[in-house]
Structure formats: C-alpha cells, structure tokens
C-alpha cells in the first residue's frame, strides 16, 4: 500500500511530494524479534543525622562507648565482635582499633535461605584522638559486598560552644547492585532495621553513662602528653625561645594555644560546626519526627547552603534561611 501526501508551502511557487512507502519484511521460520532489556534505575539510600548533643564531657562519653565491646546485651543485632587490628601513636594519642562485627539480621527465614547466610559480618574501624578529642568510625559491610555496598561514618567531638558537652552525627549509604531478584525487599528490610537502631544507638550510650555515674564514674581526666626525657628536655629549654615550641604545660586540661600577635584563641574563632542543626533544635520547633525525616531536612538544608553558597555570608541570613527551612517542613508534616 502506498502512501502519498502533497504539501503546498504558502508564499511559494514551489509544491513538494512526500511519499511514505513502509517496508515490508517476511519473518523467517523460527524468526523472533530481538528483545530490549529493560534497565531499572536504582537510587543511592543515603541517611544523614542531625547533631545529636551528650551533655557530658568527651573522655565520659568514650567511656561509656567502649561498653558496647565485644559484645553489647542492650543491642540484640549486635551478637559481638572480635579485634583484626590495635595500633597507638607513640605519644598515646591516637588509638586505632579495626574490629569485625557480627550482626543478626531481622529478614525472613526465605531470604536468610536463598542467600545462604545466617548472620552478616561488618568491618569497623575506630580512630579516636585524645589529643583534638575526636572520635571517627568507619564501617563497611563484608557479607556480600560484592552485591550490595554498605557505608557507615560517624564521628564523635567536642561542643563547638561548651568544651564540656560532646556532639555526634552520623551518615550511611545503601546501594544493592544486586540480590537474586530480592533488590527492593532487601533494601527495604535494610532500611526499616537501620533506622529502628539509630534511636536504640543513642538510648545505650545513655544507658551506659548512667552506668558510670552510678558507679560513682563521673570524671575522667583528659590526655596528657608522656614525660619527656632529660635530653629531650635539655633540647626543649635550648630552643625555647623559638615560639612553634609549645610547652607540655600549654597542652593540659585542653587549652588551646594562642597565635602570636593575636589576643584571641583558635578556639574562638568561627566554626562551621555551631551552625548546625542538632536534635533538640528540631524536636523544639517540630516536635518528633522520624531518623528518615530528620535525614530529608538535614539533606535538603545541606543542599540549600551549597546553592547559596558565597551568597550566605552572615549569621542572621543563615538563621533566617533555617527558619524557612523549618517553617517549610512543618507545613509539609501537616498535610502529611
């Protein structure tokens, strides 16, 4: 069958004819039409915290963290873990622990069995810095790390206001390349349980610094550099006028050394950190909303400051846009 059209342009002399002549192709026997694989787009689940406070200071907080080891009653996932690796800077500053950590899963008895496991295993590595008084964990899943990709960083530090107080946050991410066909309901399962423990994380911290009060544990001295040597000493004395030597005084009960010139210390100077959101900010204007709600606002603040980045310069114009920002959820919460 043919198939003809004539057009004719308006304003012009000229007439053209367009013919459409479909082709025509004969099946062969035993012919099948190539088929399109379907590709299903999956997104990264990301989950990022807001600052969580501990009104206690960082050595207690630590304390009370390293009764979760090896194994931790008030976190039933958490069956408990073994040392890989232990390494301390020669001063005793830092301290670097790798632990494997095993982990009982709440999936179902089908899944549990095509996958062939029964618990899962993470590798953990702790770095804490008694020195600058930090805490970096990092983890990564072992179990199946070839079908899907588990990444856990958290990070323990100082109020950037109160010396005495200790903050936390956390971020994850949770990307399944694949899973026996099982992709959604695993990362739904993953989902659901990781952030049922978020809360019960920060609820045995709390327990355990309870523990140690009750235990009459209520201060723990801060890190100190070791005794130096006499010669080590005498060289010390020799250069002491040079003013990058900082005296082992200087570096007790946490002072912060002064630039010279200046009259103010490095402390004091403007940090990042105090313009976070924290926990207790948001549940004071939002009342409580769940790990993956406090999660979106965080996420969407972040993404918010680096649009407007070199354009938000001061204080008030980045509290004016967190106001926004809560007045914005708020409403959306309400029609939710």
């Known amino acids: 069958m043919l198939l003809g059209s004539l057009w004719e342009i308006p304003g012009s002399r000229r007439t053209a004819e367009m013919a459409f002549k479909p082709v025509w192709r004969e099946k062969k026997p035993g012919y099948e039409e190539p088929s399109v694989p379907s590709v299903q787009l999956k997104m990264v689940q990301k989950y990022q915290s807001p600052v969580r406070v501990y009104k206690y200071p960082f050595e207690l907080v630590m304390a009370a963290y390293e009764k979760r080891f090896p194994t931790c009653p008030e976190i039933p996932v958490f069956l408990g873990s073994e040392i890989l690796q232990e390494s301390k800077s020669d001063d005793g500053a830092v301290h670097i622990v790798e632990r494997s950590c095993k982990l009982n899963v709440d999936a179902p008895r089908l899944l549990k069995k095509i996958a062939g496991v029964e618990y ?129 005084e200087s570096c007790m009960h946490g002072t912060t050394k002064e630039q010279p010139g200046s009259s103010y210390p490095a402390a004091e100077t403007a940090s990042p950190d105090a313009d976070k959101l924290d926990a207790e900010y948001i549940e004071r204007y939002l009342g409580q909303l769940t790990p993956m709600q406090e999660s979106c606002l965080i996420r969407l603040r972040q993404w918010l400051q680096e649009m407007h980045k070199g354009k938000v310069g001061s204080l008030e114009t980045r509290r004016e846009i967190s106001r926004e920002l809560m007045a914005s959820r708020r409403q959306l919460c309400l029609a939710a």
């Open 120 to 248: 899962v295993f993470f590798i953990q590595k702790n770095t804490v810095n008694w020195k600058e008084r930090t805490l970096l964990i990092e983890a990564h899943n072992e179990t199946f790390a070839n079908r899907v990709v588990v990444l856990e960083t958290c990070s323990y530090s100082v109020h950037p206001e109160n010396e005495e107080w200790t903050c936390f946050e956390q971020s994850a991410s949770l990307d399944i390349k694949s899973f026996f066909g099982f992709e959604n309901t695993v990362e739904k399962i993953a989902m659901k349980q990781y952030t049922a423990n978020i809360k019960r994380g920060k609820e045995v911290i709390e327990h355990y610094l309870k523990e140690l009060i009750s235990q009459g544990i209520t201060f723990i001295p801060r890190w100190t550099p070791p005794p130096v040597s006499r010669q080590k000493e005498k060289r010390a004395l020799a250069v002491g006028h040079n003013p990058g030597i900082v005296p082992a």
